[in-house]
């Protein structure tokens, strides 16, 4: 009779097991579906390869993301120095939240901006890839934005 309960809850453990390490399985899977790009190819190397771009599309391309690096990277500390002053809650700081608004406005404007630029490079059936990819890069929550996909 023990010999048999100690088989019972051997069954119930390793099915308990499995059905966690499936449902943890499937999380998983789902956040991925969400993330085009996690752990794979730097974005700029993923964009100007499903584009196809040449080597004058792509040395131009560069520049692009040389120069949107630099000015991001600016933009970005911006935003960290505006968090933390937001977040100081002996000394409120009423600005702070205006400040750190105005401030990932400026990253989105140069993210379109660098967007825009690199449209403009793009020749015939590239322009229709890149509208392809520029929607699945924006609801990817690698760019921050998850938004409803679109039956286009």
């Known amino acids: 009779m023990v010999n048999q309960r100690k088989k019972v809850w ?22 991925f579906q969400h993330r085009p ?3 794979g190819p730097q974005l700029k190397n993923v964009i100007a390869d499903e584009l196809q771009f040449n ?6 391309y560069a520049g692009f993301v040389k120069n949107h690096q630099d000015q991001s990277a600016e933009i970005r500390n911006e935003i960290a120095n505006a968090k933390k002053a937001y977040y100081q809650f002996e000394h409120k700081n009423p ?15 140069l993210n379109y901006a660098h967007f ?10 590239q322009i229709k890839a890149f509208d392809r990819l520029v929607e699945k890069i924006l609801t990817s929550s690698n760019f921050g934005f998850m938004g409803p996909k679109s039956n286009r």
């Open 10 to 31: 051997t069954w119930v453990f390793g099915i308990g097991l499995f059905i966690n390490v499936l449902a943890l399985g499937f999380f998983v899977f789902n956040e």
């Open 37 to 39: 790009f996690p752990g």
């Open 95 to 109: 600005q702070a939240l205006q400040q750190l608004t105005a401030t990932y406005g400026k990253l989105d404007s």
């Open 116 to 125: 825009r630029d690199i449209r403009g490079l793009c020749k015939g059936p």
């Open 55 to 60: 080597e004058q599309q792509r040395t131009i």
